[in-house]
């Protein structure tokens, strides 16, 4: 039964890909109400993935980097920036009119070691990781001020509780290095725009800290465009209300909504309260890889309903949500597949292995219009 569905899904989505049958694209239908964009790897930004690329440049008129912009590719020792791969993505949003997004600034994980502390491995001094996110930040959107249109300025620095973090961050700066990150994007491009990015933000205890430092931006003069909310969904949470009534909650703050980092994990989660933490590593066990073989008829379709139920959401608030953007391409190269357990077969994208678009993505598209 599965091999069956898989190859009729395989062959009406390569009708829709193709053109014959259906011109119709995501960003052509949904222009107007937000961006749709993806995230591009490497092998996207290189064209070393061509039918992936054909993809983007086919569905999508966003793009952010999924990882070549993080701290640890850009500055991997003090003073020495990589911008290879950087430049390259920036040059492939813009020969493609596409909203760019920079990914990401100050964030505790991905971080080279030498950000947080001296010489014998102790933390450095408020004045010197001050002067290092400094550095760091004025050069890289300095060098793109005028092309990258916005940045998700710090990733994940709040709790599901409402408290901060205590990464290393919080323990040399306390609370102020987010406002500080915020201050230095804005002082290096005046014109981008600035974002707040984290995952689980429907959760209440994150939500109201979140909100609580919009208010103390806004009632400091220092400027936060957009609050991102990673939407790393499962199929049995976050509920629908729970996500609507964060995007209303943020708006009513002051900020757009952007949905940055948009996958559903089709696969059962192997435990409760699992976020986007990727320092999580659960073992492998065959009962939670349950489709490597394909999936069943009934649970795609289950998939696809939960899916579209999202946009529908999205298309509801499209005057609070700037842009929808999916965390990958296609299946085979999304990070789920890893997260939070290594070596499993998931199917969280709008596009499958092939490259071709699953039947959720006409299903947008006659939404859309």
């Not at 990914?103 to 002067?131: A, M, Y």
């Amino acid at each position: 039964m599965t091999s069956i569905f898989l190859g009729v899904a395989i062959f009406v989505s390569s009708c829709n890909l193709s053109g014959s049958k259906d011109s119709a694209t995501l960003k052509s239908a949904l222009k107007g109400r937000f961006y749709i964009g993806t995230a591009l790897n490497t092998q996207h930004i290189w064209g070393k993935d061509s039918a992936g690329v054909e993809v983007v440049k086919r569905h999508f008129d966003a793009i952010v980097a999924e990882n070549c912009m993080k701290p640890m590719y850009l500055q991997p020792r003090e003073g020495v920036f990589n911008f290879e791969d950087a430049d390259k993505f920036v040059e492939f949003g813009e020969q493609n009119g596409m909203w760019i997004t920079g990914h990401c600034l100050i964030w505790h994980s991905q971080l080279p070691r030498w950000f947080l502390v001296d010489e014998d491995g102790e933390n450095v001094t408020p004045e010197v990781l001050k002067d290092r996110m400094k550095n760091h930040i004025s050069t890289i959107v300095g060098r793109y001020k005028g092309r990258i249109h916005g940045w998700d300025v710090v990733n994940e620095a709040i709790l599901e509780d409402g408290s901060y973090r205590n990464s290393k961050f919080y323990q040399i700066l306390g609370e102020e290095f987010i406002p500080l990150a915020f201050q230095y994007a804005q002082e290096a491009d005046p014109n981008a725009e600035l974002y707040y990015n984290d995952y689980n933000e429907w959760y209440p205890g994150r939500r109201d800290t979140i909100i609580k430092m919009i208010k103390n931006f806004q009632e400091r003069g220092i400027r936060i465009d957009a609050v991102g909310m990673q939407g790393h969904l499962g199929m049995d949470g976050p509920s629908i209300a729970e996500y609507e009534e964060a995007i209303v909650a943020y708006t009513n703050a002051g900020v757009n909504v952007m949905v940055t980092e948009l996958d559903l994990s089709i696969l059962p989660s192997p435990r409760r309260g699992i976020g986007a933490d990727i320092s999580t590593n659960i073992e492998y066990r065959n009962e939670i890889d349950p489709y490597t073989q394909g999936v069943p008829a009934d649970i795609s379709q289950a998939w696809t309903n939960r899916m579209l139920d999202f946009f529908k959401l999205f298309l509801k608030h499209q005057d609070k949500i700037t842009r929808v953007t999916t965390w990958g391409v296609s299946d085979g190269n999304s990070w789920k597949n890893n997260f939070p357990v290594r070596g499993r077969t998931d199917y969280p994208l709008l596009f499958d292995r092939n490259h071709q678009p699953k039947p959720v993505v006409a299903e947008i598209i006659k939404l859309a219009k």
